[in-house]
């Protein structure tokens, strides 16, 4: 079975620009995550979602946003990138809202020039 | 890949020998704290997990002590061995007031052959 899976894997771009970044969660998982993760630092929490609808946010401005479709997939966009947003981008799928058990894939690396 | 971890807390320990890696926490409502590992390249893995109701739980190789009292939660790693070599995240989960999950900085652990 595929684990997550996120594209791209690496993207460059330039400050004020927006990004989309997409996620395909492990078949059958209901519930996605996005987390931050800043070189030398822990994963910051930026969303949550089960079926399709926002459960959780963290400290992000509103520059951030996300959704996740009927396949269960997500997406992360970023407007107006700032060149703090460089960072590790990790999604995270698992079948229920709560709890742990969250499986994580690689990330995207966005580096903002 | 990316090094994760650059100027973390770093416990090194000799093959075979046990490991146990310390972690506060920051918020006694918390549901789930779990244990992850991140290895350079990858998203973090997870570990072991424990509810909130519970002060132990032991799994293969591993075990995560609970201490509410003073927040602080362990992993520790019995016969440690070079593949254990990564950066070691505590998360804590909460779900009152929307979802969230917390991260602590992290610990890297050199396992010496």
């Known amino acids: 079975d595929a684990g997550v899976t996120q594209s791209p894997t690496h993207l460059i771009k330039t400050r004020g620009q927006h990004v989309t970044l997409r996620c395909s969660p492990i078949?059958?998982?209901?519930?996605v995550s996005w987390y931050q993760q800043v070189l030398g630092q822990g994963p910051q929490f930026i969303f949550q979602?089960?079926?399709?609808?926002?459960?959780g946010r963290g400290n992000f401005p509103d520059r951030f946003s996300a959704r996740q479709f009927p396949n269960y997939s997500s997406e992360l966009n970023v407007n107006a990138l700032l060149l703090g947003d460089s960072a590790l981008y990790l999604c995270?799928?698992?079948?229920?809202?709560?709890?742990?058990?969250?499986?994580f894939g690689s990330g995207t690396r966005l580096t903002v020039v | 890949g990316e090094s994760v971890g650059l100027h973390l807390p770093t416990l090194s320990v000799q093959e075979g020998d046990n490991s146990i890696i310390n972690c506060a926490y920051s918020n006694s409502a918390s549901d789930y704290f779990i244990w992850y590992k991140q290895e350079s390249g990858k998203g973090p893995q997870f570990i072991i997990d424990i509810r909130s109701n519970m002060d132990k739980r032991q799994g293969q190789r591993v075990t995560v002590l609970l201490n509410k009292t003073v927040k602080h939660l362990s992993l520790q790693i019995a016969a440690t061995q070079p593949g254990d070599s990564a950066v070691y995240f505590c998360a804590e989960n909460m779900s009152a007031g929307g979802f969230k999950t917390i991260f602590g900085a992290g610990t890297r652990l050199f396992v010496k052959a």
């Open positions: 995270a799928s698992s079948f229920r809202d709560e709890g742990s058990g969250y499986t």
């Open positions: 078949s059958g998982h209901k519930s």
């Open positions: 979602y089960y079926e399709k609808e926002e459960r």
